[in-house]
């Protein structure tokens, strides 16, 4: 898994083509941003995976750069609260518009 680093990004001139933050289940968020071509999930100083409890959070520590692009993508639980038989993949990817997305 490639990762970028959340301080090697935050700042001004840096280009984010496309930000995606995976929702998961507890209110546990991943991003993953399209920068210099490579995609790759953001990580932390120590290494490991960056975990953000809201959307806002990962707004507020990219605050400096600039996101062309941002969604949220989480898997929808529809199908199954109908109790409709499992249809493939229920991903849903939704725009978001935050203040500096250009």
């Known amino acids: 898994m490639n990762f970028h680093r959340v301080s090697h990004l935050n700042h ?6 496309e930000l995606v933050i995976h929702s998961y289940e507890m209110s546990v968020y991943l991003a ?18 960056q975990r953000f409890h809201s959307v806002e959070e990962v707004r507020q520590l990219l605050d400096r750069c600039t ?3 941002a969604y949220l993508v989480h898997q929808s639980a529809y199908d199954e609260m109908c109790g409709c038989a499992e249809h493939g993949d229920n991903t849903l990817k939704v725009p978001l518009f935050v203040t500096g997305v250009s």
């Open 12 to 17: 001004q001139g840096v280009r984010i083509n």
């Open 32 to 49: 993953e941003a399209d920068y210099d071509g490579r995609k790759a999930f953001l990580q932390d100083e120590t290494g490991r995976a």
């Open 67 to 69: 996101i062309c692009k």
